[in-house]
């Protein structure tokens, strides 16, 4: 099995900066991308940005310019760096993965998540 966990969310004023963390841990052969979602209430869950294993990001167009992402392959860690944030931005934020493991001589990928972090920005 595989956990990610999330932190850095919480409170801040409208341009401030926020510094989100997932950390991947378990049966771990390889992380293919990994990316940052958000949910605010009454909205579906959408993409803010991903990551390859190779560091091409994508971002969502309301967020370019903005945020951040980036990763340390070798901490099975992804970051999502927000600045100038705006109470819009004010949602819970979900790590995601495309883990490989390893099992019964066989690679096969899934997709994690992790629990979310609430991020909220005050005007």
């Known amino acids: 099995q595989v956990q990610l966990v999330e932190s850095g969310g919480g409170l801040v004023q409208a341009g401030g900066s926020l510094r989100l963390s997932c950390a991947a841990s378990?049966?771990?052969?390889?992380?293919?991308?990994m990316g940052w979602y958000r949910q605010a209430p009454g909205k579906q869950r959408e993409l803010v940005a991903d990551?390859?294993?190779?560091?091409?990001?994508n971002y969502a167009d309301s967020v370019k310019g903005r945020f951040t992402i980036s990763r340390d392959n070798a901490k099975n860690t992804v970051y999502l760096q927000m600045d100038s944030l705006k109470p819009e931005d004010t949602a819970v934020y979900y790590c995601?993965?495309?883990?490989?493991?390893?099992?019964?001589?066989?690679?096969?990928?899934?997709?994690?998540w992790g629990q979310g972090t609430q991020v909220t920005v005050s005007s």
């Open positions: 995601n993965a495309d883990v490989i493991q390893y099992s019964r001589g066989y690679l096969h990928t899934d997709g994690y």
């Open positions: 378990g049966t771990i052969f390889r992380i293919n991308a």
């Open positions: 990551i390859t294993s190779g560091l091409s990001t």
